[in-house]
């Protein structure tokens, strides 16, 4: 079955940019999603189709997929952005990689 | 605003069966597919089940399969998930969540999730 890895942590300082990836076989070739989750609460979708925005997302979140890589970044991250991040895409099923703990301190 | 209200959790013992509903507003259910999504105490995100905005596609998986049936309902506005053959490992909280089409298997809103806990 299809994999998508995840790094577990990514530490980043205020007002830094955090990049958080996501690896598959062919990965570039799917369309990639990425969903926050703060502590106790559900999951919110920041990013969808590899690189668009839902509304209401700030544009400090940002996405793109290539190769076997897909990457969110995190661009100016603030306190507010700590959280669980969750790549997904679709094989024959869909796929969540196992998640990333952006910590920002 | 769109709301997903789920209900039916509960404790149960292994091999008994459960049902868990998604009462669904703010939008228009039966112009958007709608899946299951699971997540286990202190671990991350599964994908349960789909269905598409007409029932006429449905897909599970490969954990649930042959246990775990989802249905709708477009009339009622409400989203079903009906789960027998219950293990300790089914042991999580089960999200419902709306498809930003009708089968883009994107997840744009989530419900607050409902517990089932398998145990004897």
């Known amino acids: 079955s299809y994999e998508l890895t995840q790094p577990p942590s990514v530490s980043v300082s205020p007002g830094q940019t955090a990049t958080i990836t996501c690896s598959g076989d062919?990965?570039?070739?799917?369309?990639v999603c990425w969903y926050q989750q703060k502590s106790g609460q559900s999951p919110v979708l920041v990013i969808y189709e590899d690189s668009k925005r839902p509304s209401g997302i700030p544009e400090r979140f940002s996405g793109s997929n290539s190769g076997n890589t897909a990457t969110l970044t995190i661009s100016g991250t603030q306190a507010m952005d700590e959280a669980d991040y969750y790549c997904?895409?679709?094989?024959?099923?869909?796929?969540f990689g196992g998640g990333t703990k952006l910590t920002v301190l | 605003e769109v709301q997903l209200v789920e209900s039916g959790g509960d404790l149960v013992q292994p091999g008994r069966s459960l049902r868990l509903s998604c009462a669904a507003s703010g939008f228009t259910f039966a112009d958007y597919a709608m899946h299951w999504v699971r997540q286990a105490p202190g671990k991350g995100l599964e994908w349960v089940s789909g269905i598409s905005w007409n029932s006429d596609n449905v897909d599970s998986a490969d954990s649930v399969k042959g246990r775990f049936t989802i249905s709708r309902d477009n009339a009622k506005n409400s989203l079903y998930l009906q789960m027998n053959s219950l293990r300790i490992e089914d042991t999580a909280l089960y999200y419902c969540?709306?498809?930003?089409?009708?089968?883009?298997?994107?997840?744009?809103?989530w419900g607050q999730g409902v517990l089932v806990t398998v145990s004897s």
């Open positions: 997904q895409a679709w094989d024959s099923n869909v796929v």
């Open positions: 062919k990965l570039g070739n799917k369309l």
């Open positions: 969540a709306k498809d930003l089409g009708r089968q883009k298997l994107v997840f744009d809103y």
